[in-house]
């Protein structure tokens, strides 16, 4: 079964520019998350999708951090524009969803530095 | 919000011993208690969890338990081995799809 893919691995991008990531759940899962992991801490929810509807964005910049999750399968996360503070792994994760499919299997990140 | 703290942040134990790294929580709603391990450039990945309707769970040489009384859980290793080096997390959600609040995570080397 393949897992959840992300790209690009690494961006490295100056503040004020924006920059988007993409995230491939694993076939099936209804749900899908983006997190935010500062070198040092552990991951902390942005956002997450259920199909294509947002379930919960709390956590969420709106004032710079966009994402979507178009059709209920891939999903891109945009920053604009980008500050220092936003440099980061930005994990996507996916699962089932339901009580016994609670499981959230992680992609490999996108290591952004913001200079 | 819930709120999940985790100790020690660095744990150094020779091979073959046991390790041991607490969690606790500060939402009584809580009750999906999964542990991840992250080595360098990769995703955190599963190693085991547990729901609040069980107290300890087994996988080979991991174990969970859980205190839904005091709000807290703990990972043990035993028997440990170079490649259980990596930072380990603990997190919780209510379950279901529901997002994870994570530790600040523990670094675990093993020394030879």
């Not at chain 1, 991008?13 to 209804?30: M, Y």
């Not at chain 1, 998350?33 to 910049?61: A, E, H, M, R, T």
């Not at chain 1, 299997?105 to 913001?114: A, D, K, M, Q, S």
């Not at chain 2, 997190?91 to 609040?101: H, K, M, P």
């Amino acid at each position: 079964e393949a897992g959840v893919a992300q790209s690009p691995r690494y961006k490295i991008i100056e503040k004020r520019q924006s920059v988007a990531f993409w995230c491939n759940p694993i076939s099936g899962h209804a749900t899908l998350y983006w997190y935010q992991q500062i070198l040092g801490q552990g991951p902390k929810l942005l956002i997450q999708f259920q199909n294509n509807g947002v379930v919960d964005d709390s956590q969420l910049p709106k004032d710079r951090f966009s994402a979507e999750r178009l059709k209920g399968v891939d999903s891109t996360l945009k920053i604009q524009p980008a500050k220092l503070e936003d440099s980061a792994v930005y994990l996507c994760a996916s699962s089932l969803g339901d009580t016994w499919g609670e499981t959230q299997y992680f992609g490999p990140g996108t290591r952004l530095l913001v200079l | 919000g819930e709120n999940v703290e985790q100790h020690p942040s660095t744990l150094s134990v020779q091979e073959g011993d046991s390790a041991v790294i607490k969690c606790t929580y500060s939402d009584s709603a809580s009750n999906y208690f999964p542990w991840y391990k992250q080595e360098l450039g990769k995703g955190p990945q599963l190693i085991i969890d547990i729901r609040s309707n069980v107290g300890e769970k087994k996988d080979q040489r991991i174990a969970v338990t859980l205190n839904k009384t005091a709000k807290h859980f703990s990972l043990h290793i035993t028997e440990t081995q170079p490649e259980d080096s990596a930072v380990y997390f603990c997190a919780a959600s209510e379950g279901g799809a529901d997002g994870l609040t994570f530790g600040k995570g523990t670094h675990l080397i093993i020394q030879p």
